[in-house]
């Protein structure tokens, strides 16, 4: 927000500065139409600006000033000296309210009203003297035409190349140490200047993302909605003019999903979605674009009101709209004069429309996709060109040849040789464990068709929209800046190349597109639902299970889903301890439940197997493979650790119960995060010294104050009116005496089994 | 009006190109290969301080393969993209007049798309190929 707010007072510092001229030529020729529509220019900008910026007092001013000299343009009044005192007073005061923002200073905010005053026909001829102002202290910074930093930015690339060649050529014909010695010279200066140059085109699309959370709150309860914003990618980097270019389309595209598709509170109970829409704004880098989504859970795009409207205004004949696919009947909305809706609102039916956003991404190389889910929500994505054209990229070798990978992608680079690193193959495919990450491995040789010498891999970890993937190739080179050229177009084609460079070397070399490769070799990223989510969206799919042999001989099936991971322990970890074999695993005990004897080797594999926040071990002899459970089962004749049989090539495959199982051998009492008992109102002493180890072992965390982010489960008082009070938290009230004298609900405070049994009650609420 | 044309041997064959989609005439080094690209694309090359696409003419024609790899190459500017077309040897720049294909006579395979006319030379017609449809990915313009 203080680059925006800089960017604002530098603007309408310099407007100011230009438009002095023009404000003594209007205060001479009132009637000259230039010099007006100039000056409301100028206060129209700042009233746009203030709104954005939230600056009530400049956004007052200019309104006022605006109206009045819209007044004049429509000719509805005449500009005389009064009037154009007036405005130039209010011309005045902006600029020093400006300076005023610009130094820190407070700037009261007596004689505004009078300035306001002063507009009116009719009001008196006095405007007030503008008060003096210490004098600023001049700023170091100019304001430059993008223009110019294009060319300084194009002569930099050329630079380097040129740097690079000579930097060959030398080294070809074995220069004296002297002119190597200079060269050396000129290659930091020209690093520097490149750093410099690059530094000053790009900007975080922050920039960009730090106003939306206001204007979509705004914009929400101007409507009466209730929306919640998710923004992601803020750091993703973008030319500074694309951010500029993107402001509007981004604004308006915002505005339309808050006011034509998120529906409003009722309507989205109706449909039996959450009150509050979701609103997701997300940036990341793709190859040699950058990918703005904006995607909203509402209604949607109603095809078919589009397709009318569009019959009735004309533009389209039935026989076209017949001819169309639902993807050109969709492209409707970008042709002007078309809007669903039939009223334009005040928020985004300002007769600018879809047609205007795209004419405007487009005019940057951009393109805009439409992926529309009737009654589901709309999702926008932006193609912007990434005009970054140095990138800070490490070399891979693969074989013999050298790849290039954008650094912004790469999250680590590890030897598979190292510790905590492991390669797995589950089916065909292989993975890679790296710590506790689990990820899938692509084999950068084999999936270009290139001979790789086979040892000495080393993985890089790259991240891409949706998750990582680990790359395995065989050198990791330097690290290196590089002028980044697009590919040709077949090439680019391939899906796997974002670009192509000249290095030091003289060998062009191929940027890698890791987003490119993980689509190729058939990486599917699945998003895991959050949270909050309706979870009646999840589709029935084949449920994963894992095959092992048990410590009985028997080979066993169980679901996937359950087990947290798979690891070897030591034998001498497991224990039979207070009636029960348990595991010591990382500090803490873990219930074990075993078919056999696990005592004959030093190691035993066990299946860590999790349920929310209970966790169990599981000893097998080992795991075989991850298969589709049948869905067909034969139930088990007694509950058991075994729920059934299926059939798997006709062999039968018992499968394990996970619920006796964790019903069996699951400590309830090892929840990670025990619901909270919060203590109440005048007894809190008693109650923590009597009754806090009661409820303590019964599972509860037990609080007498809470913290910010605390909600109770329960709240258990010995007042009459509970000072805490939450909707939906239940308290549970207790008594002195033994007789409930008032027949309320409250419960005798050595009541134990009572007491236990209302907060179990209460918590579940 | 006579142009200037390019007379150049090509995949086995003398060709005619317009000089107007000439950029330059060189001799290409060290060739990157591009794992997955058309087969068209050899790969690319370092052409002073840029990099060029190297295409071999004769994975775009479908025709076998001639018995040497030559390091001619012709230079062709497509839609902002440097190619560089390998050649087997040139031979002269002169201007002539082409002439469409005589009615009738239809090329096979590949040089029937990149075949756009002829001109004569010395009274042997040579063929005029258009580079563009030798580019995977460049349409050609419609005349």
């Known amino acids: ?765 | 009006m006579s142009r200037l044309f390019l007379i150049a041997h090509l995949a086995g064959r003398a060709v005619a190109i317009d000089s107007a989609q000439v950029d330059s005439v060189v001799d290409i080094g060290a060739i990157v290969p591009v794992p997955r690209a058309d087969k068209q694309v050899k790969g690319l090359a370092a052409l002073r301080s840029r990099v060029v696409t190297v295409i071999d003419p004769c994975a775009a024609l479908g025709v076998a393969h001639s018995s040497e790899d030559s390091a001619r190459a012709v230079v062709t500017r497509i839609d902002g993209h440097h190619y560089a077309i390998q050649v087997d040897s040139l031979e002269d720049v002169a201007p002539f007049d082409m002439v469409p294909l005589a009615s009738g006579i239809v090329l096979d395979g590949g040089w029937g798309q990149a075949g756009c006319g002829t001109v004569e030379l010395d009274g042997e017609p040579i063929l005029v190929v258009d580079l563009r449809v030798l580019v995977p990915g460049a349409l050609p313009i419609a005349a």
Not at chain 1, 189 to 201: I, K, P
């Open chain 1, 1 to 765: 927000m203080d680059d925006l707010l800089q960017e604002f007072i530098a603007e309408t510092r310099e407007t100011l500065e230009a438009l002095s001229g023009e404000i003594v030529a209007w205060e001479a020729a009132p009637d000259d139409r230039e010099r007006l529509d100039a000056i409301f220019r100028f206060v129209h900008t700042v009233k746009g600006s203030c709104g954005f910026l939230d600056l009530p007092r400049l956004s007052r001013l200019s309104h006022a000033a605006e109206d009045v000299l819209a007044a004049v343009r429509s000719g509805e009044r005449h500009p005389d000296t009064r009037l154009v005192n007036a405005v130039l007073g209010i011309v005045d005061r902006i600029g020093e309210i400006v300076e005023a923002i610009d130094g820190g200073l407070a700037l009261d905010d007596s004689g505004e009203e009078l300035l306001i005053a002063a507009l009116d026909e009719g009001a008196d001829a006095t405007v007030p003297a503008a008060a003096s102002l210490p004098m600023r202290s001049p700023t170091r910074s100019v304001r430059l035409n993008v223009d110019l930093l294009d060319r300084m930015m194009s002569g930099m690339s050329d630079m380097v190349l040129a740097r690079n060649e000579l930097a060959r050529r030398l080294r070809e014909e074995g220069a004296d140490p002297a002119v190597e010695a200079a060269l050396e010279r000129l290659s930091t200066t020209v690093a520097e200047m490149r750093d410099t140059v690059t530094r000053t085109r790009m900007q975080k699309i922050d920039a960009l993302f730090s106003a939306l959370p206001r204007m979509v709150r705004d914009t929400a309860a101007e409507l009466g909605k209730a929306v919640t914003l998710h923004i992601d990618g803020s750091d993703v980097e973008l030319d500074r003019e694309m951010i500029e270019m993107m402001r509007d389309p981004l604004v308006h595209i915002i505005r339309n999903s808050i006011d034509h598709g998120i529906e409003a509170p009722s309507a989205r109970r109706g449909a039996g979605k959450r009150e509050q829409g979701r609103l997701s704004v997300s940036a990341r880098q793709s190859g040699n674009q950058i990918i703005v989504l904006i995607e909203d859970d509402g209604k949607g795009i109603d095809t078919d009101a589009l397709v009318a409207k569009a019959l009735r205004s004309g533009s389209r004949t039935e026989a076209e709209i017949r001819g169309m696919d639902e993807r050109a009947r969709l492209d409707l909305i970008f042709e002007a004069g078309i809007s669903t809706k039939e009223v334009a609102t005040a928020i985004s039916g300002r007769g600018v429309g879809m047609d205007v956003v795209r004419a405007n991404v487009e005019q940057i190389g951009g393109r805009i996709e439409l992926t529309n889910a009737p009654g589901k929500g709309l999702s926008i994505a932006i193609h912007v060109p990434l005009t970054l054209s140095i990138i800070s990229a490490i070399g891979v070798g693969v074989g013999e040849q050298r790849f290039a990978i954008s650094r912004q992608a790469i999250e680590e680079i590890v030897s598979v040789r190292g510790e905590a690193i492991r390669i797995d193959v589950l089916g065909d495919t292989p993975i890679a464990t790296v710590r506790d990450r689990r990820l899938p491995l692509v084999d950068l040789g084999g999936l270009l068709g290139l001979d790789g010498n086979g040892d000495n891999v080393m993985l890089a970890i790259l991240s891409v929209p949706g998750g990582s993937y680990a790359l395995a190739v065989d050198t990791v080179l330097d690290h290196e800046e590089l002028v980044i050229k697009p590919s040709a177009p077949a090439i680019m084609m391939t899906g796997i190349y974002a670009g192509q460079t000249l290095p030091d070397t003289g060998i062009p070399m191929l940027l890698l597109d890791c987003a490119g490769i993980a689509a190729a070799a058939g990486i599917r990223f699945w998003r895991e639902a959050p949270a909050d989510e309706v979870a009646d969206e999840v589709h029935a799919a084949a449920v994963s299970a894992l095959l092992f042999d048990d410590l009985d001989g028997v080979r066993r099936l169980v679901p996937l889903s359950a087990i947290d991971r798979v690891e070897p322990v030591a034998t001498s970890a497991i224990r039979m301890s207070a009636g029960k074999l348990r595991l010591s695993l990382d500090g803490r005990i873990v219930p074990l439940a075993a078919q056999g004897d696990w005592s004959a080797q030093p190691t035993a594999h066990v299946l860590r197997l999790r349920d929310g926040d209970t966790e169990i071990a599981y000893a097998i002899r080992e795991a075989l493979d991850i298969v589709d459970l049948p869905e067909v089962m034969l139930p088990a004749r007694t509950p058991g650790f075994v729920a059934g049989v299926v059939a798997m090539d006709d062999a039968q495959i018992e499968v394990l119960d996970l619920y006796w199982l964790f019903g069996e051998h699951g400590d309830t009492g090892q929840r990670s995060e025990p619901p909270l008992c919060l203590l109440d109102g005048a007894d809190t002493a008693w109650m923590t010294s009597f009754l806090k180890p009661v409820i303590e072992s019964a599972g509860y965390r037990v609080a007498t104050a809470l913290d910010v982010s605390d909600k109770p489960a329960v709240v258990l008082t010995m007042d009459q009116v509970p000072q805490y009070f939450a909707p939906q938290v239940s308290v549970v009230r207790l008594r002195r005496e033994v007789e409930n004298a008032a027949s309320d609900d409250s419960i005798y405070r050595y009541d134990r089994a009572g007491l236990l049994a209302a907060l179990a009650n209460g918590a579940r609420v």
